[in-house]
């Protein structure tokens, strides 16, 4: 592994802190993130919705659809990809465990959509 690599991935919370399907937000550094667990894996985002800045974690998910409540805009957390009334992708990133911590990288979050 490279350790340029090492060095982005950063600690967000542990796996003890989730239950199934749950939404968290967690302070990465000075960044704040929604991490989601779909089944096992975790997936990181932007905390706050492209479109108006609603705290994603007010959202609902549903299998890998997130849904933010404020406009119901919503995305697939595997792919980023807008679903429905959402007018841009949602950057999108996979998390990893590590001795039961969920680690982040905040350099795969770096091409944040324009906002509108
Ligand atoms: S603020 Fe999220 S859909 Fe409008």
């Known amino acids: 592994m490279n350790p340029r ?3 982005m ?3 967000a919370c542990t796996v003890a ?3 199934d399907e749950e939404m968290r937000e967690c302070s990465v550094g000075e960044q704040q993130v929604l991490l989601v667990r779909v089944g096992e894996e975790f ?3 932007p905390a706050l919705c492209p479109h108006l800045d609603e705290p994603l974690v007010f959202g609902m998910v549903d299998g890998s659809v997130l849904t933010c409540t404020k406009h119901a805009w919503q995305w697939d957390l595997k792919t980023g990809d807008a679903i429905g009334l959402a007018e841009c ?3 999108v990133a996979a998390a990893r465990v590590e001795n039961g911590k969920v680690m982040v ?3 795969a979050l770096c091409n944040a959509p324009t906002k509108i």
């Open 89 to 91: 992708p949602l950057p």
């Open 9 to 11: 991935w950063q600690e």
């Open 43 to 45: 997936i990181t985002c």
């Open 17 to 19: 802190d989730f239950s």
């Open 5 to 7: 690599d090492v060095e």
């Open 105 to 107: 990288n905040l350099a």
